[in-house]
């Protein structure tokens, strides 16, 4: 099975950063798009952000354009989200997920192939 592994989740206060890191497996991560989503209860899981390892291109989602940058280190098999300005609303679990690339442009999470365990960010008013 692919592995990916989520880290740096935690509380925050709003307008306060955190930097969330997702290590996945050399072959999954050289072939496919990675992106970010979250959840909270009662709601489906959404689309944050991806990155096509090969080029580097990324998306966002409208609700984080401007404060949340995603970007990779292929060397390292990562791939970060530095999240800045957060607020209450980005409250959720966020997972990282590899895809087929076209996962990066739609932000569907029905065309994720891997999941990552998920890690709590919680903002604070």
Do not use: H
Not at 8 to 29: E, I, K
Not at 104 to 109: A, F, I, K, S
Request: aromatic residues 10%.
């Amino acid at each position: 099975q692919v592995q990916l592994v989520e880290s740096g989740g935690g509380s925050v206060q709003a307008g306060g950063s955190l930097r969330l890191s997702c290590t996945v497996s050399r072959n999954t991560f050289s072939s496919v798009c990675v992106g970010w989503f979250r959840q909270t209860p009662g709601k489906e899981r959404e689309g944050v952000a991806g990155i096509y390892s090969g080029s580097g291109a990324t998306f966002y989602a409208d609700s984080v354009k401007g404060r949340f940058t995603i970007s990779r280190n292929n060397t390292e098999n990562t791939v970060y989200l530095q999240m800045n300005s957060l607020e209450p609303v980005d409250t959720a679990i966020y997972y990282c997920a590899a895809g087929i690339y076209g996962m990066c442009q739609t932000l569907n999470r029905n065309e994720a192939k891997f999941w990552g365990q998920g890690t709590q960010v919680t903002v604070s008013s």
